[in-house]
């Protein structure tokens, strides 16, 4: 839980006597969820001028838990797309370049969004920056996997959608024109991509 950790840090940067109140192992304890709502509620009577930036970040936590009490994946289906996922793994770079794909159909249900971004916090004087995020549910019992939609992963926000079914190079293309990257500087990076979306977050299924 990257923005947890994230703003636990950024609390302890900005609030330190505050901060020393937080049992941090328990704070990013994903099961002590009203710990967590207590610690944000004090943090924010406590400190008026931070409200805007907790109630921003509470956003997070709010999909994270919802999520979470949603009947868990169907452990056929999960097993099923991990299946998929892993075969496409073991495909050559050749193959895995003629494979075809389709959009987690279930994307659009795990985005939320931010004022400030919440994964990577390097100084406490926040600044806006409109942020998405994935948090993928997991069909074990575990806390939901978390994305942040920067760089290519920024174009799931216009994929999310999308029904068809499309290339691997449909998709390369589109990435290039949205980046203005040329496709062969863009190879690469894009191949790891997939690879993670594919095999990690399972946001995008291999259909052959």
């Not at 994270?64 to 868990?72: E, H, L, N, T, V």
């Not at 985005?111 to 993928?136: H, R, V």
């Amino acid at each position: 839980m990257k923005t947890r950790a994230s703003f636990l840090n950024w609390i302890r940067a900005t609030l330190t006597e505050e901060s020393l109140k937080i049992k941090r192992s328990k704070f990013l304890n994903i099961r002590e969820e009203t710990y967590v709502y207590d610690v944000l509620a004090m943090l924010s009577k406590e400190n008026p001028n931070l409200g805007i930036y907790i109630t921003d970040y509470i956003h997070l936590e709010n999909q994270r838990y919802q999520i979470m009490a949603k009947p868990p994946l169907e452990t056929a289906i999960a097993t099923a797309q991990i299946e998929r996922a892993i075969h496409f793994c073991s495909k050559t770079t050749e193959k895995k370049r003629n494979a075809t794909f389709v959009v987690n159909p279930t994307l659009s249900n795990f985005l939320a969004s931010s004022t400030y971004q919440w994964d990577t916090i390097t100084t406490p004087n926040l600044q806006p920056i409109n942020t998405n995020y994935l948090f993928i549910p997991s069909f074990m019992d575990l806390a939901p996997k978390e994305v942040c939609l920067t760089a290519l992963q920024a174009v799931l926000l216009d994929i999310k959608d999308y029904k068809e079914v499309f290339t691997y190079s449909e998709f390369l293309g589109l990435m290039s024109r949205t980046m203005k990257i040329d496709e062969k500087e863009l190879a690469a990076p894009f191949l790891e991509f997939m690879t993670t979306q594919v095999l990690y977050y399972r946001t995008l299924l291999p259909v052959n």
